[in-house]
């Protein structure tokens, strides 16, 4: 990263990854300063709520380092934002991914806007991404290491926000990262990464969900129109979702629909299939690779292109998509795009493909952008 000496705010979250990220900027001599955005503060004192510890160590960090801190308060900001959009997603039966609404809404919006009064030229963060500009164009990348890249959480951000953004440790691998924090003895070096989303921690999803959402009991039923057990309230479950369902003991043998005589082995494991929201009925499937299970195609809205305001050009060159975090990426096809909805077909059927999760495009590590997925088109569908 070769910028001119310039005054940027880091977002330093506790983590290694910022810390690393705030070391590497104030090695090149620009002016650092540090934030430490607090985006929930509902269960303070509850034991799963990592906040206050995270702040002690982005302190330490700073201490460290020799740069101030600045502890901001985006909570209120958060709620509005991304836990309300959270929440109504859920009741309609959808997956939301919070994270990606929270990078666009709060920490590449809001921390932005505060950074600027600050003074800021830019603002930096641990994500492992890069930016370069290109014909006065700014393209979001992958980040080198392939197996952290977060470009998938970071589709929604438009050319203002990539132009005032460096993604300092994006160069670089994770053991790198890792190695280089003890060496210079970052006090967070070993801090584990963070997993799962930021509201909840590692508490359990079903428990913190059930706060704000009400639960309406209802069945489960596999193919053949079984009832299998019972499901908690289909806001709890996702597709592909195969712990938590209850019914791993059921022992009958099931007959398939083509052959009566063939069997399955019921020691297979049970997937969620399809929420059936109008008859509050979860249907379930045995096997990894069934049908039910397996898309060739969906259709996305709520677009935002990386580019900006205008589609980019999606039918030349080889085009690929994720469809979940940590997906290979999978050859793609656009049948139709328009301003609203874009449709895209696959060459192998995608997995689990879950309604209200971002699907995301890419022309080689470029990030064009994505969707919040609406719709798919899955191998077998549940008439009953």
């Not at 994770?174 to 990464?193: F, H, S, V, W, Y």
């Not at 079984?226 to 009958?252: N, P």
């Not at 699907?359 to 952008?369: A, K, N, Q």
Request: hydrophobic content about 35%; aromatic content about 10%; glycine content about 8%.
């Amino acid at each position: 990263m070769s910028e001119a000496k310039r005054r940027i705010v880091v977002g330093l979250s506790g983590g290694v990854d910022s810390a690393v990220a705030a070391y590497l900027l104030k090695k090149e001599g620009h002016e650092v300063h540090a934030l430490f955005m607090k985006n929930w503060e509902d269960d303070d004192n509850d034991t799963y709520c990592s906040s206050n510890e995270d702040f002690v160590d982005a302190v330490a960090v700073a201490d460290v380092l020799g740069i101030e801190i600045e502890h901001v308060n985006f909570a209120a900001d958060y709620k509005d934002r991304v836990f309300a959009e959270f929440l109504k997603e859920y009741k309609a039966g959808r997956t939301p991914n919070p994270d990606v609404l929270c990078n666009a809404e709060i920490k590449f919006k809001a921390f932005l806007d505060h950074a600027m009064r600050l003074g800021a030229e830019k603002i930096a963060t641990g994500h492992y991404a890069r930016v370069i500009e290109t014909d006065r164009q700014y393209k979001l990348l992958k980040g080198l290491d392939q197996d952290k890249d977060q470009s998938y959480f970071l589709h929604r951000l438009n050319q203002a926000q990539l132009s005032k953004t460096l993604f300092p440790v994006g160069e670089m691998r994770k053991t790198q990262l890792r190695e280089l924090a003890q060496e210079i003895g970052l006090p967070n070096a070993k801090k584990k990464d963070s997993t799962g989303i930021c509201f909840i921690g590692e508490r359990p999803f079903r428990a913190f969900l059930n706060q704000y959402i009400s639960s309406q009991p209802g069945p489960i039923k596999n193919e053949m129109n079984q009832t299998l057990g019972q499901q908690m309230g289909l806001s709890f479950y996702t597709l592909g979702q195969r712990q938590g369902l209850g019914i791993g003991g059921v022992k009958d043998l099931q007959t398939t629909q083509d052959s009566p005589s063939k069997k399955k082995d019921h020691h297979e494991p049970w997937f969620v299939a399809y929420k059936d929201m109008k008859r509050n009925t979860l249907w379930a499937v045995q096997g990894h690779d069934h049908p039910a299970l397996l898309s060739d195609a969906l259709s996305a809205q709520d677009l935002s292109w990386t580019c900006g305001q205008e589609m980019p050009d999606l039918r030349h060159g080889d085009l690929t998509a994720k469809t979940r975090y940590r997906q290979v990426d999978a050859l793609c096809q656009v049948e139709s795009m328009s301003a609203l909805e874009l449709k895209l077909s696959f060459a192998q059927a995608q997995w689990a493909v879950t309604p209200g999760q971002s699907v995301v495009l890419y022309r080689g590590d470029e990030c064009l952008g994505g969707g919040v997925i609406w719709g798919y088109t899955p191998r077998q569908s549940f008439n009953a």
